[in-house]
C-alpha cells in the first residue's frame, strides 16, 4: 500500500512537469541569410484560402491548410503557380487545437515565406520566424515586412553557446522588404542551392 501511495504521488507532482514538456516549443532564431541557407524556397505569396480540417477519425485531430498564390520566387524552385501548406493546429469551433510557435495566416495577406522541404510538403522553416507579413509604409511608401509573434521559447547563439532571449523584438523582425530579398540572395548564394 505504501509503494502504491507513493507512485501516486509521484505521478501527481510530476505530471505537471511532463504536461509543460510535451507542450513546450523551442525555436532557434538566425540570421536571414543563415534561414534562406537552409531553406528548401523562399516566396512571396497571397494567402487565398485558409482552411481548418478535423481528421474524420479523430476530430481533435485539427490542422489548417493554407492556400498560397506565389508573387515572386526569392530562392529555390516553385513547381507551380500556387503551394500548399498545412500546419498542425487550427479551431472547428467545438475544439481548438494550439500549437506554440505556428504561424497564423489570413485570407488576402500578402507574405514572404521561407520554406522546408517535407514528406508531406512545404513547412515554414522556423515556425513563425519563417514567416514575413508584408506591408506599406504609410510615410515612406516602401514595402516592409514583419514577423508577428506565436509563442514558443526563442534561443539564439551568443559566442557559439544556446542563450533563451529575453526580449522578442529583434532587428530582423521588421525589415524593409528590399533588404530582406538582397539577404536572401545572399544566404541562398553562400549556403548554394538546394
Known sequence: MRLRTTVLVTTLLLAPVAWTAAR???ILRLPVEEMAAQADLVVRADVTRVAVVADPDDERRISTRVSLRVRQVFKGHATAPTVTIT??????GRWTLAVPGTPRFTEGEDVVLFLHATERGFKPSGLWLGKYAVRRDAATGRARVSRVPAGGALLSKEAGVLV???????ADDDLDLDDLVRR???GATAGGAR
Open 24 to 26: 513546450a516549443t523551442t
Open 87 to 92: 500546419l498542425l493546429g487550427g479551431s472547428t
Open 164 to 170: 533563451e532571449e529575453e526580449a522578442v523584438s529583434h
Open 184 to 186: 536572401v540572395r545572399a
